[in-house]
């Protein structure tokens, strides 16, 4: 994902006004230190940062997208040396629990009709519906 590079209708017109103020007087200055070449210099300003800036999003993403992968690459090479342990010591060993797996003899049996993901403890809302069919959820207490 990529993120969007700044832009600025201000700047865009700020140019625009800065040309026009141009053909009526290069070294217009219309009192209080508005001048011209003032107001072209902070367009310059503007446009340096914006640059800067939108610089700096496209070095962000070139290393967020360089970190994803590194990460991809740790995550591989972190499941290939806990295999490696349980190739090594056996996946029932001391030591393949101590890598971070868990022995294959201290696995939970799972029974025939159980989601891997069911638990013993009962659900914290049930949802009942009345007679005209409105869901209303009600706590339940152990």
């Given at each position: 994902?990529?993120?969007?590079?700044?832009?600025?209708?201000?700047?865009?017109?700020?140019?625009?006004?800065?040309?026009?103020?141009?053909?009526?007087?290069?070294n217009?200055?219309?009192?209080?230190?508005?001048?011209?070449?003032?107001?072209?210099?902070?367009?310059?300003?503007?446009?340096?940062k914006?640059?800067?800036y939108?610089?700096?999003?496209?070095?962000?993403?070139?290393?967020?997208?360089?970190?994803?992968?590194?990460?991809?690459?740790?995550?591989?090479?972190?499941?290939?040396?806990?295999?490696?342990?349980?190739?090594?010591?056996?996946?029932?060993?001391?030591?393949?629990?101590?890598?971070?797996?868990?022995?294959?003899?201290?696995?939970?049996?799972?029974?025939?009709?159980?989601?891997?993901?069911?638990?013993?403890?009962?659900?914290?809302?049930?949802?009942?519906?009345?007679?005209?069919?409105?869901?209303?959820?009600?706590?339940?207490?152990?």
């Open positions: 994902m990529m993120r969007r590079q700044r832009s600025s209708p201000i700047l865009k017109k700020a140019v625009r006004r800065a040309s026009c103020m141009n053909s009526i007087d290069p217009l200055d219309v009192g209080n230190g508005l001048t011209l070449p003032a107001f072209s210099k902070l367009i310059d300003t503007m446009q340096t914006k640059n800067a939108n610089s700096a999003l496209a070095n962000l993403d070139k290393l967020y997208r360089e970190m994803l992968e590194t990460e991809r690459e740790l995550g591989d090479m972190a499941e290939h040396m806990l295999m490696g342990v349980g190739v090594k010591y056996g996946r029932s060993s001391v030591e393949y629990g101590m890598a971070g797996g868990v022995p294959k003899n201290q696995r939970r049996k799972r029974l025939r009709g159980e989601s891997p993901t069911s638990s013993s403890q009962p659900p914290l809302f049930v949802a009942s519906v009345d007679s005209n069919g409105n869901g209303n959820k009600q706590a339940m207490t152990s």
